[in-house]
């Protein structure tokens, strides 16, 4: 099991930037695609985008497409969500999550994630 620990979260307004962090435990953490993942208060929670073991690929859900950009540092066990041009829609729990299999691509169904941070808040003023 990897353990996840989101960071970076705040209040930010429209138009403005924020970077999320998410730190993992474990020796095979590496080996591993991750994901963002977000919830908005009485929404269902959505996928924002992943990133393959190895950084090679990602892969975004439509909205953030341009805005948000993914990326990881395997020797450090990081993940990063860049956000830019931040919009009030964007307000959510955001979540990192490790893919079940490893050495994969990425997926955009939570049902291939097994291991969760426990969120950090995102809250965008306009």
């Known amino acids: 099991q990897v353990q996840l620990v989101e960071s970076g979260g705040g209040l930010v307004q429209a138009g403005g930037s924020l970077r999320l962090s998410c730190a993992a435990s474990?020796?095979?953490?590496?080996?591993?695609?991750m994901g963002w993942f977000r919830q908005a208060p009485g929404k269902e929670r959505e996928f924002v985008g992943a990133?393959?073991?190895?950084?090679?690929?990602?892969t975004y859900t439509n909205s953030v497409k341009g805005r948000f950009t993914i990326s990881r540092d395997n020797v450090k066990k990081m993940l990063y969500l860049q956000m830019n041009s931040l919009k009030p829609e964007d307000t959510a729990v955001y979540y990192c999550?490790?893919?079940?299999?490893?050495?994969?691509?990425?997926?955009?169904?939570?049902?291939?994630?097994?291991?969760w941070g426990q969120g950090t808040q995102v809250t965008v003023s306009s």
């Open positions: 990133i393959s073991w190895n950084g090679a690929y990602t």
């Open positions: 999550a490790k893919e079940v299999r490893r050495y994969s691509s990425g997926t955009y169904s939570g049902e291939d994630y097994d291991d």
């Open positions: 474990g020796d095979t953490a590496s080996t591993y695609a």
